[in-house]
């Protein structure tokens, strides 16, 4: 069973460490000590904080969409037709191409707060990439 340490899981739950310590010690999430006395937390019982919805965004219920990145817009290229938008929310990228009088209307500029709505019926799932126990 994989376990996580605070910053990792901080990283997968795109919050602070601080916000996870927090959460640790309302009860609000579980976590165990290492034998060094460092917080550990196991990877079924953060998946099933992540599952029950930590942190979600109350507007998610509004849609059949279910994976939503709230981040920072990082990057806009327009030409005369198209936009090319990028949101970094947490560790992850996410790349938009839409048209540009839909950046326009939305506003869309380097360093404005955005949600990446994502609603696909193709997902590609690897592993990998992360320190675990």
């Known amino acids: 069973m994989a376990i996580f340490h605070i910053s990792e899981a901080a990283d997968l739950l795109g919050v602070s460490a601080d916000t996870v310590r ?33 942190g ?31 949101i970094q929310a947490g560790p992850h990228r996410v790349l938009s191409l839409m048209s540009r009088e839909a950046a326009d209307e939305l506003g869309l500029e380097v360093g404005s707060v955005a949600t990446a709505v994502v609603k696909s019926t193709n997902v ?10």
């Open 22 to 54: 927090r959460w640790v010690d309302s009860g609000r999430l579980a976590a165990d000590r290492d034998a060094a006395g460092r917080r550990s937390i196991d990877g079924a019982d953060l998946a099933a904080f992540m599952r029950a919805g930590a």
């Open 56 to 86: 979600e965004d109350p507007a998610r219920r509004t849609s059949s969409a279910r994976n939503r990145f709230r981040g920072l817009v990082t990057e806009v290229v327009r030409d005369r037709v198209m936009a090319r938008v990028e």
């Open 124 to 133: 590609v799932v690897e592993t990998g990439g992360g320190r675990h126990a």
